[in-house]
């Protein structure tokens, strides 16, 4: 095995190392990834996890807010977190002598945090300006109401921000005890990559997080597909916001298929998505695809923004492009798909902090990490044939479709219309 590949140690608590060397870099990369988001929250608890990243912050057993601030940044340090619907990310990067000092540092976060209560009344309207922020934007409301859409009451289409009530009311015992129940050994990957010296660093790593409680891995109930028609007008938008979806397999299932579907139809100004929409109709000026892939469940995503007079057309002229992709695939867009997906897996792997949190998603959906080549050959072996069936399967199962913003009057029955073979209803 060379030297740069990277290596999984398992440490006493449960908890596991991710160590991607990277001695062509000149700074090292920090991060515990916490296989806890969104997704594992009730009705009640929604948004707690985001609490709980910003929280984190502000106040440790050890030290105040400030302090927190001050140490990493006297180091020159950048720290930043983000939560997702199936995980949540802690991470550092700066100077690799000081990559010790990161993995303690990242351990009181999450072993430690106090939850001051002056800190959560500050932090709580910090959280409610970045909720009316997303409220106010139609592309996220299209989003919200495509998940909703999708997957109805399951906890896979609440919002990672939450709802306003649950923000408005969550307390400092209810942050301590969301911690206290997810952030367990079986759930955490503590990753480092750089140009460190693993060998000094596991030692460093399981004494910093030797005191990481155990609790069960997460149990969800996989989610039923709904599909239909959803839509919403929202006041001061000046265009019409499209996502339209279909159900795929989720990160464990292990398909490439959607991945390599989704640059076939709409990576690229070449691309059909595009080339038809965009280039040959002028039909809209924004269009994207990609295949969402999480733990519970997956999404093949079109989204686009047009003007309300363009919607039905650009609909109907969706649903055709996806018609005929589960009849024929075009050898010349299949090259091209294959090789923007390689050189966008490559470009990943130059990336520290993307490789370390793809590589622990990895290991909380399969247990182990894919070696570079292998994802790479994985993609490269799928098929004409076995991306008709992926536009097929989509097709017969049914799409889900969220219209929002600016919307011509009777906008869901045309669309219903304008989609055609796409809805099952």
């Given at each position: 095995?060379?030297?740069?590949a990277?290596?999984?140690?398992?440490?006493?608590?449960?908890?596991?190392?991710?160590?991607?060397?990277?001695?062509?870099?000149?700074?090292v990369?920090?991060?515990?990834?916490?296989?806890?988001?969104?997704?594992?929250?009730?009705?009640?608890?929604?948004?707690?996890?985001?609490?709980?990243?910003?929280?984190v912050?502000?106040?440790?057993?050890?030290?105040?807010a400030?302090?927190?601030?001050?140490?990493?940044?006297?180091?020159?340090?950048?720290?930043?977190?983000?939560?997702?619907?199936?995980h949540?990310?802690?991470?550092?990067?700066?100077?690799?002598?000081?990559?010790?000092?990161?993995?303690?540092?990242?351990?009181?976060?999450?072993?430690?945090p106090t939850?001051?209560?002056a800190?959560?009344?500050?932090?709580?309207?910090?959280?409610?300006?970045?909720?009316?922020?997303?409220?106010?934007?139609?592309?996220s409301?299209?989003?919200?109401?495509?998940?909703?859409?999708?997957w109805?009451?399951?906890p896979?289409?609440?919002?990672?921000?939450?709802?306003?009530?649950?923000l408005?009311?969550?307390?400092?015992?209810?942050?301590?005890?969301?911690v206290q129940?997810?952030?367990?050994?079986?759930?955490?990957?503590?990753?480092?990559?750089?140009?460190?010296?693993?060998?000094?660093?596991?030692p460093?790593?399981?004494?910093?997080f030797?005191?990481?409680?155990?609790?069960?891995?997460?149990?969800l109930?996989a989610?039923?597909?709904?599909?239909g028609?959803?839509?919403?007008?929202?006041?001061?938008?000046?265009?019409?916001?499209?996502?339209?979806?279909?159900?795929?397999a989720?990160?464990?299932?292990?398909?490439?298929?959607?991945t390599?579907?989704a640059?076939?139809?709409?990576?690229?100004?070449?691309?059909?998505?595009l080339?038809?929409?965009?280039?040959?109709?002028?039909?809209a000026y924004y269009?994207?695809?990609?295949?969402?892939?999480?733990?519970?469940?997956?999404?093949f995503?079109?989204?686009l923004?047009t003007?309300?007079?363009?919607?039905?057309p650009a609909?109907?002229?969706l649903s055709?492009?996806l018609?005929?992709?589960?009849?024929?695939?075009?050898?010349?867009?299949l090259?091209?798909?294959?090789?923007?997906?390689?050189?966008?897996?490559?470009?990943?792997?130059?990336?520290?902090?993307?490789?370390?949190?793809?590589?622990?998603?990895?290991?909380?959906?399969?247990g182990?990490?894919?070696?570079?080549?292998?994802?790479?050959?994985?993609?490269?072996?799928?098929?004409?044939?076995a991306l008709?069936?992926?536009?097929g399967?989509?097709?017969?199962?049914?799409?889900?479709?969220?219209?929002?913003?600016?919307?011509?009057?009777?906008?869901?029955?045309h669309?219903?219309?304008?989609?055609?073979?796409l809805?099952?209803?």
């Open positions: 095995m060379p030297a740069t990277p290596a999984l140690h398992a440490l006493p608590t449960g908890a596991r190392l991710l160590v991607i060397p990277m001695p062509q870099l000149a700074t990369t920090a991060a515990v990834f916490v296989h806890s988001g969104s997704q594992h929250e009730s009705a009640r608890e929604s948004g707690i996890s985001h609490a709980v990243e910003h929280m912050f502000k106040g440790t057993a050890a030290r105040d400030r302090r927190i601030n001050l140490d990493a940044e006297r180091l020159g340090a950048e720290v930043n977190a983000h939560t997702d619907k199936d949540t990310a802690f991470y550092m990067r700066g100077l690799p002598q000081h990559a010790s000092a990161f993995v303690h540092m990242l351990s009181e976060l999450v072993l430690a939850f001051p209560a800190e959560l009344e500050r932090e709580r309207e910090v959280l409610l300006h970045e909720y009316t922020e997303d409220e106010d934007d139609p592309l409301s299209a989003f919200k109401l495509f998940d909703k859409g999708c109805g009451a399951h896979l289409a609440q919002p990672v921000i939450g709802s306003r009530r649950n408005e009311r969550f307390t400092r015992e209810e942050l301590a005890a969301w129940r997810h952030f367990t050994a079986e759930r955490m990957v503590i990753g480092v990559a750089g140009p460190i010296d693993p060998a000094a660093l596991l460093e790593v399981e004494a910093a030797a005191a990481l409680p155990h609790g069960p891995a997460p149990a109930d989610p039923r597909w709904h599909g028609v959803h839509s919403r007008r929202l006041e001061g938008s000046s265009q019409s916001h499209l996502v339209l979806g279909f159900p795929i989720d990160r464990r299932a292990d398909d490439p298929t959607a390599m579907a640059a076939l139809l709409g990576e690229g100004m070449s691309s059909p998505l080339a038809r929409l965009r280039e040959e109709r002028g039909l269009t994207a695809c990609s295949a969402d892939v999480l733990d519970g469940g997956g999404q995503v079109v989204e923004s003007s309300p007079e363009q919607l039905e609909l109907q002229e055709a492009l018609q005929e992709h589960a009849t024929r695939i075009d050898p010349i867009d090259e091209r798909a294959r090789n923007q997906v390689a050189v966008r897996h490559l470009r990943a792997q130059e990336r520290p902090l993307r490789r370390l949190e793809d590589a622990a998603l990895e290991v909380f959906a399969l182990r990490i894919h070696p570079a080549d292998e994802r790479l050959a994985r993609l490269a072996a799928v098929d004409a044939s008709r069936t992926q536009f399967r989509m097709i017969e199962a049914g799409a889900t479709l969220a219209l929002a913003g600016r919307l011509p009057r009777a906008a869901s029955p669309a219903r219309k304008a989609a055609g073979a809805l099952r209803l």
